[in-house]
């Protein structure tokens, strides 16, 4: 059975870091196109990371250069190293597996929430 | 980036009742045009995508149509677990954006 379990939210302060996991089991990340995927309060849906099978990743430009994607795949996990985080950071994350697509995941996590604040 | 604009915001209806819902793209997706449930605590889920895909599981009563533009979702008879949030999502253009969402509740 497909499972995604996230870990590591929590409250921070404006400039703190964070460090994201997920737990996957059933399939074995390296195969697939894994996501980060968040959501504001009342916001929509936003794409922040991707780790594509082949190595490669995307960031979205709200994040680049202060947010890292890596996985372990002895570990069969995928990580979101968040810095520099900002109040509009604050959302749930969700991972989530490429299905179709790797913007139609067809396994999602239960989601962490992340709330920056001082 | 591409903006999708759904409508109605907020519809009540009944169990039975027959349902649609619009999608509007700010220039064309294609195709590329899908939508997703989520129930409050729960992360999304895709219903359709392609526009008229039914992803895999997903009842038949769950129907995509449109092209370029302008899309819809319809329910033919809600079932009392199909009141959720619907949002749909365009993967034409990368990244990917979705819309704010209809909420459909009980009447």
């Known amino acids: 059975e497909v499972q995604l379990v996230e870990t590591g939210g929590g409250l921070i302060q404006p400039g703190g870091s964070l460090r994201l996991s997920c737990a996957a089991s059933?399939?074995?990340?390296?195969?697939?196109?894994m996501s980060w995927v968040r959501q504001a309060p009342g916001k929509a849906l936003e794409w922040v990371s991707v780790f594509y099978s082949g190595g490669s990743t995307y960031y979205a430009d709200s994040v680049k250069g202060r947010f890292n994607i890596s996985r372990d795949n002895s570990k069969n996990m995928l990580y979101l190293q968040m810095n520099s985080l900002r109040p509009e950071d604050t959302a749930v994350y969700y991972c989530?597996?490429?299905?179709?697509?790797?913007?139609?995941?067809?396994?999602w996590g239960q989601g962490t929430l992340v709330t920056v604040s001082s | 980036e591409i903006v999708l604009t759904q409508s109605p915001a907020t519809l009540s209806l009944s169990p039975g009742e027959r349902v649609t819902l619009s999608c509007r793209a700010s220039q064309s997706v294609s195709s590329y045009l899908a939508w997703f449930q989520q129930k409050p605590g729960q992360a999304p889920r895709v219903l359709i995508y392609d526009a008229s895909n039914r992803a895999t599981g997903i009842p038949a009563r769950f129907s995509g149509s449109g092209s370029g533009t302008d899309f819809t979702l319809t329910i033919s008879s809600l079932e009392p677990e199909d009141f959720a949030v619907y949002y749909c999502q365009q993967r034409s253009n990368w990244p990917p954006t979705f819309g704010q969402g209809t909420k459909l509740e009980i009447k």
């Open positions: 059933g399939f074995a990340v390296s195969r697939k196109y």
């Open positions: 989530a597996r490429g299905g179709v697509a790797v913007a139609l995941p067809d396994y």
